[in-house]
């Protein structure tokens, strides 16, 4: 008899169920009241009476082995059953990882210092790509002459080179001066165009945003006050800002903008090439001329403008040493950047 329990025992244990035909075989052999562990039950009734206990407790093992085996078989079947009509698709695996795409770092750094000026008061305002020589130039006060006309710096279109692509969104704040009056104080990022060979250092596509405030008294104190509040915002409140003298058609004074360098906070490093410095923008005065072109009265109305460039901000910000990563989309580049900024 013990062999007996110990053979079925040991099919028990070896029986292969791969699907629910096998299970219903394996049921009706070992757990069904035809089974054949029922009949070893009713064997037991034979056996003398000094074995009966050992036997009986053996017995209830193979019987507990047999109903446990069934039952979690049985659990597992169902469950396939519930969750997918037999497709052959594991669903307890892991799934695929949803994957989010991320911001360009150019559009993050864009909105920051938009999102600074807009606190500020400042409105944005948006221009033509293609311009004329009057809104990207002439009104600007560049002189006949000035080299950034020549063919080698603008892209000018060939049958009229009274048209060029926009060197800077300054073309987009004459076209805000001509159309609105004083008070103006407005923002204009945007894409700019200059014929440039492209390398780590220059690319013929690039962005800028510029700002404009024109009203009665706008002062020098106020272009430093709004340039100093907006470095604190955007770089954080330990960076210092500074202005260096410098030239443009457009402003007079002018000046050229550095902050307390990003990565090595002053201390000198290969970004800021060891001064503690680094340009984020050129700033000034507008020149009355350019008011006049815009038919603003330069007796009663002053302002200011700046302009910064995005590329060199982003770089300066995240450490990036070569302007063609920006645009050759390789995500493993692109990925680093998050969403939020
Ligand atoms: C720089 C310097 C600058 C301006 C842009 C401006 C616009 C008008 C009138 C006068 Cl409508 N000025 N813009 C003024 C000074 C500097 O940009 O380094 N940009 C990347």
Known sequence: MLDKIKEIYKEVEEFKVDNKEH????????????????????????????????MGQELNK??????????????HFENQKSSS??????VTLPSVPNELGSRHPLS???????????????NLSEGPEIEDDWHNFTALNFPENHPAREMQDTFFIEKN??????????????????????PIRTLSPGRVFRNEAISA????VFHQVEGLYIDENVSFADLKQTLYHFAKEMFGKDTKIRFRPSFFPFTEPS??????????????????????????????????NVLENCKIDSKKYTGFAFGMGIERITML?????DLRLFTENDVRFLRQFTSLG
């Open 317 to 321: 910000k995240y450490g990036i040493k």
């Open 23 to 54: 299970l219903e075989q394996f049921r009706l052999s070992f757990v069904s009241r035809k089974g054949k562990i029922t009949e070893l039950f009713e064997e037991l009734k034979q056996v003398a009476q000094e074995e009966k206990k050992a």
């Open 201 to 204: 250092r220059a690319h013929c």
């Open 161 to 182: 080179p009274d048209i060029a692509l926009r060197t800077h969104t300054s073309s987009v704040q004459v076209r805000v001066m001509e159309n609105q009056k004083p």
């Open 108 to 122: 993050i750094v864009r909105e920051k210092i938009v999102r600074v000026f807009e606190r500020m008061g400042f």
């Open 85 to 90: 009509v037999n497709t052959g698709i594991d």
């Open 255 to 288: 000046a050229e903008i550095d902050i307390t360098c990003l990565i090595c906070k002053g201390q000198g490093c290969n970004i800021c090439k060891y001064s503690g410095w680094v340009e984020i923008g050129g700033a000034g005065m507008v020149d009355p």
């Open 62 to 75: 193979l019987k507990n082995k047999a109903e446990e085996k069934f039952k979690e078989l049985n659990e």
